[in-house]
């Protein structure tokens, strides 16, 4: 079974900081959207394009990075919408849903969450421990494997705790690999995918540089 759909399923509404927002795409626009800042707007808008890959949802992201200018390549998702609704019509089965979904979230991981560029900015300014800690806010807002592991890699000469994190996150995909679909096994991986995030944003200031 695909490790980052798996993951995605049993932790929905885990990713975000912002768990109470389930907007809707024709609710992007609405106040309590506005009110958001821009790193929890791109977050929201990348959710809602995984979730439902339409082209109105994929039009707010589009419109969003641009406004903020930051690079998002709206064409390149677009193939993705065909291609859902080609399975849709066909009933494929979970196996090629699967297999879509983690090329959609590798490459909606492309752009990153606007935590890094924070980090950068904070580690140019000298302040690591805060750059550790959005980096880390920034992984907790990631997709796919590949992405979350190349961040923590990046993230070890600043911040050791995050080895650790890797290695359980690897543990984790061999759960989510020799897992069931099953209603049971769900559950136990998001119990266990939820205690990996309380983990991860349980920042140790006290890590050695």
């Known amino acids: 079974m695909m490790t980052t759909v798996l993951f995605s399923i049993a932790v929905l509404a885990l990713l975000l900081r912002i768990f109470h927002l389930r907007i809707k795409a024709n609710n992007a626009k609405t106040a309590s959207f506005q009110k958001l800042l821009p790193k929890d707007k791109l977050a929201v808008l990348k959710e809602c394009l995984l979730n439902n890959p339409a082209e109105c949802n994929l039009l707010n992201i589009k419109e969003f990075c641009e406004s903020e200018n930051i690079a998002f390549d709206a064409e390149g998702y677009r193939p993705f919408i065909g291609r859902q609704l080609e399975l849709a019509k066909r009933m494929a089965n979970y196996v090629e849903c699967d297999k879509l979904y983690v090329e959609e979230c590798e490459f909606i991981d492309k752009t990153l969450p606007l935590e890094f560029a924070e980090a950068e900015k904070k580690r140019s300014e000298g302040d690591d421990n805060a750059a550790n800690k959005l980096v880390l806010e920034g992984v907790s807002r990631l997709y ?58 349980a920042f140790d200031a006290s890590q050695p540089e």
């Open 144 to 201: 796919s494997d590949k992405a979350i592991d190349s961040a923590l890699a990046a993230l070890e000469p600043h911040y050791p705790k995050a080895s650790s994190l890797r290695e359980k996150y690897a543990e984790l995909a061999k759960a989510c690999d020799a897992s069931g679909a099953d209603e049971k096994s769900l559950e136990i991986l998001r119990k266990q995918k939820e205690a990996w995030l309380a983990d991860l944003l």
